[in-house]
């Protein structure tokens, strides 16, 4: 047997998506996904009018006043709100706030509405269910004992939670315009709830700018007192420092620098005129000669003197006694020039001791007199401000205004029936269409020859297409009556197929098989034995599978011997035969034996008798049971030339066929060819490969009479 590899059709790259395929898929499934379609859309249709309970919505337009007329210009204090986008938000916070939604919960008493304390509603059977299912399973939850005033705070935050998922606040856009939404089971309470959420809002405006008056009323009274006693006390400072001081000014103190300036001139003469003196004496004191003491003294009387010495008039003593009295003046005058000198120091030092105390005294008069000028100007200005604050009481306006009240909506904006009907049913779709591609990507059966032939790396020698029978002998009748059928076309494709599956030596003995039971081997051994026999060929048909004996189905073989009486020499073959009119081929059935069917197949005796038919017979078909069931096919195989091996179509697993085929590896038998039974044309038809295969093709009609 050869086992020749024929490729066909182009196979779509990895990556690609087959846009026709996928919606071929889909349509395909189109009754899955008309099911899913209902199903989803009765469910809708429950929830929209059995189960949702209808909602009300209402709505309060609030506006934000960013400019506001000011009796009093006291921004500092209490400024108005900007409109920038920073304000905005910061305002729908507010308005979603959990503070400002406790107040209306208290205001409304929603903690006795079931609606929004769901610990007052009765629990549905669902519920009831889910929290002894939760029980059950997770145990009794840990329960924490609360206080009264804890417990309260417990169902208080619970309700608010509960409002804040049922309110909503949106800005219009590039506006000022706030809407607060109240949605809730009835329509009054819905409207009262968006009313009083709006009103709390502006209260709570006012209020936090009273608040802020009375806070800065107070504090700025405060202040003031507190500024007044500090500018006494720097009055009093100045008024004690001028009391415990000299008489300070500016205009003293110049003087006094006037003063020091001429004492120091005076200084400097003194200290000139002593010099002078004491040059003199010193240069006196040192002159030893007559010459150098006159040179000295430059005294007319002196000279006089000596003159008189000189003539010899007067003595020596009374010219020495004049010039130390020359001497003695100038010692006096050296004397008076000093002590006037030190004097003068002394004044000046006086002098600047004086300046420096009293600049001190005028530095911190002026800082006293500025510090008593800053309390006065601090003083008045927050006597002003408390002034102009307290006059603001009880006439502070809100930031916000209502624009419209919220009307009682007369219908409910849930449940949108419609809507939920049209996403039920684009739901369902949706589901169908996933359900129909996960059981497309789940397929692991073959539907087109290409498949398996890539899948296996074995030639499809034919394909068989389901014949219109109900039962197994109708579809020998079919093939009987309708020679030009396409069902008797394609086992005519097969039969040459199987002739020219090597020209040299054609096969005789052709073996036929498949992985399982009911896959159509059967049909294809009668029908492609009975195709022979058209040939004018002599044909033997043995049915193989003498363990499920199914030849009995097709034809009339009550009593009659078979393939174990030929083999055991009971009857000759020419007398076990049978003859079918439908099928003219000669048939050999199997018959009940407690011997193994594989030890019969591996004897000797069958061996002689195939050695023996195939001298009387042109072609010998042998029906045999499936592979992965039991090894009988295995041990027949090794007698024939030819083994094709049958193929369910869409229905055998390509597990089944690879574990089947690798079971045949194992005994080095050579599968000659691969057979696609009962190909359903419309089923060819809604996987899309009807235009790729001709026998299921819609040209295919001009030439086939079904």
Not at 61 to 85: F, H, K, N, P, W
């Amino acid at each position: 047997m050869t086992n020749t590899t024929i490729h066909t059709g182009v196979q779509p790259e990895a990556d690609e998506i087959d846009l026709r395929l996928i919606l071929s898929t889909i349509w395909r499934g189109k009754w899955i996904i008309t099911l899913c379609f209902s199903f989803c859309v009765i469910l809708g249709g429950y929830y929209a009018y059995k189960i949702a309970v209808p909602t009300y919505s209402a709505s309060t337009i609030v506006i934000l006043e960013s400019r506001q007329e000011q009796v009093l210009d006291l921004e500092s204090v209490i400024g108005g709100l900007s409109g920038d986008t920073s304000v905005i938000n910061s305002e729908v916070e507010v308005l979603r706030s959990r503070n400002l939604m406790k107040q209306v919960v208290l205001a409304l008493d929603l903690t006795n509405d079931p609606e929004f304390n769901t610990e007052l509603r009765t629990p549905s059977g669902f519920q009831s269910f889910t929290s002894q299912l939760r029980t059950t399973l997770l145990g009794n939850p840990t329960t924490i004992e609360l206080t009264p005033e804890e417990e309260e705070d417990r169902i208080i935050n619970n309700t608010v939670s509960a409002l804040l998922e049922a309110t909503s606040v949106n800005n219009v856009r590039q506006s000022l315009v706030f809407r607060i939404s109240a949605t809730t089971e009835h329509a009054a309470k819905s409207a009262l709830i968006a009313n009083t959420i709006a009103q709390r809002y502006i209260l709570n405006q006012l209020e936090v700018k009273q608040d802020a008056t009375e806070q800065a009323v107070r504090w700025l009274t405060e202040r003031v007192t507190e500024l007044r006693v500090e500018l006494e006390n720097a009055e009093a400072a100045v008024t004690d420092f001028n009391a415990n001081t000299e008489l300070v000014s500016s205009e003293a103190l110049q003087a006094l620098e006037r003063q020091v300036k001429e004492t120091r001139d005076r200084i400097s003469g003194a200290l000139e005129t002593k010099s002078t003196i004491e040059t003199r004496l010193l240069a006196l004191r040192n002159a030893l000669t007559p010459e150098a003491q006159l040179e000295v003294a430059n005294s007319p009387q002196l000279n006089r003197t000596y003159q008189l010495l000189q003539n010899g008039t007067i003595d020596q003593d009374i010219y020495r006694s004049q010039f130390d009295a020359i001497v003695s003046r100038v010692e006096m005058d050296f004397t008076r020039a000093t002590t006037q000198l030190e004097l003068l120091q002394t004044s000046e030092h006086e002098l600047v001791i004086q300046i420096e105390r009293q600049n001190g005294d005028l530095i911190t008069l002026r800082q006293l007199t500025r510090e008593a000028d800053a309390s006065g100007l601090l003083y008045e200005l927050f006597q002003s401000r408390l002034n102009e604050t307290a006059a603001l009481r009880g006439i502070q306006q809100a930031d916000s205004r209502i624009l419209s009240d919220s009307v009682r909506p007369s219908n409910p904006i849930a449940p949108r029936k419609s809507l939920i009907l049209a996403l039920s049913g684009i739901l369902g779709v949706l589901l169908g269409a996933v359900i129909v591609l996960v059981r497309e990507l789940g397929q692991n059966t073959f539907r087109t020859i290409s498949e398996l032939q890539k899948a296996t790396g074995r030639t499809v020698m034919g394909q068989i297409p389901l014949l219109p029978a109900s039962k197994r002998r109708d579809a020998i009748d079919y093939l009987a009556k309708r020679p030009t059928s396409a069902a008797a076309e394609a086992v005519r494709n097969l039969r040459t197929s199987v002739m020219l599956s090597n020209i040299d030596n054609p096969p005789q003995v052709v073996v036929v098989t498949s992985s399982l039971p009911g896959e159509g081997k059967t049909t294809v051994s009668l029908a492609f034995a009975q195709n022979l026999v058209g040939l004018g060929k002599k044909v033997l048909l043995i049915e193989g599978d003498i363990r499920r004996r199914i030849f009995g189905q097709y034809l009339d073989n009550k009593d009659a011997l078979g393939l174990l009486a030929v083999l055991e020499g009971k009857a000759t073959l020419e007398e076990c035969v049978l003859e079918d009119p439908r099928i003219q081929a000669d048939i050999l059935i199997g018959e009940e034996t407690k011997v193994n069917a594989t030890d019969i197949f591996s004897s000797q005796k069958f061996k002689d008798f195939l050695e023996e038919a195939r001298k009387v017979y042109d072609y010998i078909i042998i029906d045999t049971p499936p592979v992965l069931v039991v090894p009988d096919a295995r041990v027949i195989g090794q007698a024939g030339d030819a083994l094709l091996f049958v193929v369910k179509w869409d229905q055998t697993s390509k597990v089944q066929v690879d574990e089947a085929l690798r079971m045949l590896d194992t005994v080095n038998l050579d599968v000659t060819g691969l057979v696609m039974s009962q190909v359903n044309a419309k089923g060819m038809k809604r996987y899309g490969y009807a235009g790729q295969y001709g026998a299921y093709g819609s040209y295919g009609d001009k030439y086939y009479h079904n």
